[in-house]
């Protein structure tokens, strides 16, 4: 907002008769934890009125609204945790207390002659906002704990506002991108045949409109993420409307970049384009996989970004990111995920209940960008199965942000030609088996699934390819490494190095079983593993340790004086 706007703004709110539960005023500045607290009450209590905004004025005088001005310069203060360690700046110290951050803008500006200082606060979406792990709320003009108040935190975490679907009062029917609108048309025909002679009819109102993306000639924030031009991105803020491809070397280091925004629409392929999708040839080899394939399914691909699109939080104020590595594209969008979980979504194959830009979504639907039948991330799994390629990996470890991987390479040959091999595997049995692939953790029940049909072997819950299927792929050599032998041909070994060079030493039995152990195995894991074979000997009475528990040399028992 410009001054005049501030002005404007600053003006209704002293018109208020009095504070309410979004509206404070302050004469000059007070405690930084005093002002994040503050900051959590006004944007829970803007949420549950169904305020666009909550305010916090420094400079004008509770009660009587007397402009005093006020020397509290946030960008300047510097805060200190409580055990006096660190020295951040306020802003990032309050972004680093404030979870989740919904946001706010600080305003400075002249007002009547006198600086003022105004935070505007964006309300909570879908749950409370807290400060230091504490929500508050206002009662009245006073401050106090959520936790009291039962009621109203149940209200906030069940009321969600569609960011999409709000209008933004500035936008003009100049600040769409009239390529973007011809191709909106275009896909809304292709989805909607039997209405084609209708919307050639429509003139651009009508057909914003009609596809939701004005409302009463409105323009929506959809309106802007997909068809807005690129310079009217700033009617947006604070939210941000860009995506950014980066390329990555093997390093990880960074050799090429490109951010994308608005008409989304549009931007949408160029981005893509800019994806070095590279024919495959490092591929299992044998007559069961005759052809090169590209790295990466472009439906997939547009699917998966266009997902990030129609998900993204806005109001987290983060980008769009697709990254690219010279084996996977991983895909993120701030947000959390709201089915939950991948596999959920997978089993129950159905429209999600919530979506979270439920009028992005719908737009999206109607222009041939997404599926919201549920069937899109099924989909998606479908298509790098009938592929053989690994399945997509969705991490949703961060609280605030989904990132799903796409490999562009075979992680392991035996997994495709078991593909191959049995192309009637359902879904939730690939999944289980991709996880094996990965070297990720199982449950012990779904190592009992897989068991039960001869799919892994080997103790859970270092599991790995079914030997009769091993034999049957051609992999009968990986499958022994992997796998690795029987306790007693270790033992065996063992017990001819002793017999042989006794007294040894540990690092003698390392290395001689260390490379002989299963792949599977990490190498403190293979040390674990040895430690048990010699304990499980020295029990049974075949050696001893002559040296010290630190410095051990192993000799047989029966050569021991």
Avoid at 109 to 118: A, I, M, N, P, S
Avoid at 120 to 137: K, L, N, Q, S, W
């Amino acid at each position: 907002m410009n001054t005049q706007e501030l002005t404007a703004l600053l003006d209704r709110l002293r018109a208020e008769p009095h504070e309410g539960e979004w509206l404070e005023f302050k004469a000059n500045r007070f405690e930084p934890r005093a002002l994040g607290e503050y900051l959590s009450a006004l944007a829970n209590s803007a949420c549950l009125l169904g305020k666009p905004r909550a305010y916090l004025v420094f400079g004008i005088e509770d009660g009587t609204h007397a402009v005093v001005g006020t020397t509290f310069d946030p960008a300047a203060e510097t805060v200190k945790d409580r055990d006096g360690r660190g020295n951040q700046l306020l802003p990032l110290w309050l972004s680093v207390h404030l979870q989740p951050n919904t946001g706010y803008e600080i305003h400075s500006f002249d007002y009547q002659g006198r600086r003022v200082l105004l935070f505007e606060i964006h309300p909570a979406y879908d749950r409370p906002v807290e400060f230091d792990g504490t929500a508050y709320i206002r009662d009245g003009s006073s401050k106090t704990e959520l936790r009291k108040y039962p009621q109203k935190a149940r209200q906030i975490w069940n009321r969600r506002v569609d960011w999409s679907a709000e209008v933004c009062e500035r936008a003009t029917l100049d600040d769409l991108d009239p390529d973007a609108i011809a191709k909106a048309r275009f896909e809304y025909k292709t989805k909607f045949p039997a209405k084609s002679a209708e919307v050639d009819a429509w003139d651009p109102p009508v057909f914003l409109n009609k596809t939701k993306l004005a409302i009463r000639g409105g323009l929506t924030h959809a309106a802007l993420l997909l068809l807005g031009r690129e310079e009217s991105s700033p009617l947006l803020a604070p939210a941000v409307a860009r995506m950014s491809w980066i390329l990555k070397n093997d390093r990880n280091e960074e050799l090429g970049y490109e951010h994308f925004g608005p008409p989304f629409l549009l931007n949408v392929d160029r981005m893509l384009a800019r994806i070095r999708n590279l024919t495959v040839r490092e591929l299992p080899d044998g007559t069961l996989f005759p052809v090169e394939m590209s790295q990466y399914d472009p439906w997939v691909i547009r699917e998966a970004l266009h997902n990030c699109i129609a998900h993204q939080d806005y109001g987290l104020r983060g980008r769009i990111n697709i990254v690219e590595t010279p084996d996977a594209l991983i895909l993120s969008n701030v947000g959390s995920f709201l089915p939950g979980n991948v596999e959920a979504v997978i089993q129950q194959d159905a429209p999600l209940e919530v979506y979270r830009n439920g009028l992005l979504a719908e737009v999206m639907v109607n222009l041939n960008m997404i599926d919201t039948q549920g069937g899109g991330i099924k989909r998606m799994f479908i298509k790098q199965r009938n592929r053989f390629f690994p399945l997509p990996d969705y991490d949703l470890s961060a609280p605030e942000r989904v990132k799903v991987a796409l490999q562009g390479r075979i992680l392991d040959a035996r997994y495709t030609r078991l593909l191959m091999a049995n192309t009637d595997f359902d879904l939730c049995t690939i999944m289980l088996l991709d996880k094996v692939q990965k070297r990720r953790p199982i449950t012990a029940e779904e190592h009992r699934l897989l068991k039960a049909g001869n799919l892994v072997e080997g103790r859970y819950p270092n599991t790995v390819v079914a030997g009769k299927v091993a034999a049957a792929v051609g992999e009968k050599a990986r499958h022994i490494r992997d796998r690795g032998f029987d306790r007693k041909y270790y033992e065996d070994l063992i017990l001819a190095l002793v017999k042989e060079h006794q007294p040894v030493t540990r690092e003698d039995i390392d290395r001689l079983l260390l490379d002989k152990l299963p792949e599977v195995l990490d190498d403190g894991q293979k040390e674990n593993r040895i430690h048990n074979l010699l304990g499980k000997l020295a029990k049974q009475g075949q050696i001893r340790n002559a040296g010290s528990r630190r410095c051990p040399r192993w000799v047989l028992i029966s050569s021991s004086p």
